[in-house]
Structure formats: C-alpha cells, structure tokens
C-alpha cells in the first residue's frame, strides 16, 4: 500500500560526497529535483535529479536512485536494507567510495535507528506492537502520554 508521495520537491544545495565519488566538486551548489514514494511504514524509494544552474557543466552524479527499507529481525531489533544507483561512474577505487557510503551516509541513518530502537525497548506494552518510523516521534511521544494518562486511571 503506498502511504505517501512527495513529487517535485526543488532546492539549491551543495551537491555532496557523492559528487566527488564521480568526479565532481562536492562544494559545488546545483539544482536538486527530488522525489519519494513510501510504501508503509518501512520501505521508501527516492530519486534524485541534479542539474546546474546556469546550464553550465554537467553534474556528476546527475541522478540518483535509493531503495531504502528496514524490516524486523524479531520482535525487538530490525534490519536495515540500502541499495544506491547513479547515473556517473565512480572515478576513486570502490573500497574509498564504500568508506564514503558506509562510514557517512548510511551513518546517517544509524542515529534515527537507534532512536528507534531506543523507543521499542521503552515500550512495556505485552504482545506484538507496531512499528514506527522516526518522522512519527511526535506520534509516538503522543502515545507514551496516553499510555501513562491510562495507568494513572487505572489505579
């Protein structure tokens, strides 16, 4: 079931690590055209359309593509899957680009699974719970003051 799309989204930015892997001044600002398609709570497909400003050199990478999901080990911990496709080859040796998306980008991602995971082990609740994902912590913060709303009615 897809829950969510964000289409369009256009912004001026540095263009990032990625731009050295292929080749390009990761200083460099470019036009960014984003997309994203969330298909439940733990898979998520983006892209990423990069272009200059001034219709000067071309971009490298001019586009990306992430496939990003994160789905249960076991009731308590979870997997996390990330699979990345660009339009440029890779110019540096593939053990310094693996450095630069291992040890930066999917760095990135490790605080929000944490945080996560840090909720789930918070949760004393019996049985099965949902999964949720880091853009729901006002959801969540939502429902531990429920839950504590409920066990002071309770006694």
């Given at each position: 079931m ?18 050295i892997e ?14 994203s ?6 898979l998520?497909?983006g892209?990423q ?11 490298k ?10 789905t ?8 996390q ?10 110019v540096r040796?593939?053990?310094a ?57 309770l006694?």
């Amino acid at each position: 079931m897809r829950i969510g799309d964000e289409r369009g989204r256009n912004r001026i930015n540095a263009l990032g690590p990625l731009g050295i892997e292929c080749g390009d001044d990761p200083r460099r600002r470019v036009h960014f055209e984003e997309s994203s398609t969330q298909y439940g709570p733990s898979l998520n497909f983006g892209e990423q359309r990069r272009r200059a400003i001034d219709g000067g050199i071309a971009v490298k990478p001019a586009m990306l593509r992430i496939a990003h999901a994160i789905t249960p080990a076991d009731e308590g911990r979870t997997h996390q899957f990330f699979a990345l496709s660009v339009s440029d080859p890779f110019v540096r040796d593939l053990s310094a680009v693996l450095h630069v998306i291992q040890d930066i980008i999917f760095e990135q991602d490790v605080e929000v699974v944490r945080e996560m995971q840090r909720a789930v082990e918070r949760d004393r609740r019996p049985g099965r719970v949902e999964f949720s994902m880091s853009y729901d912590r006002f959801g969540l913060k939502i429902r531990d003051i429920l839950h504590v709303m409920k066990q002071k009615e309770l006694k």
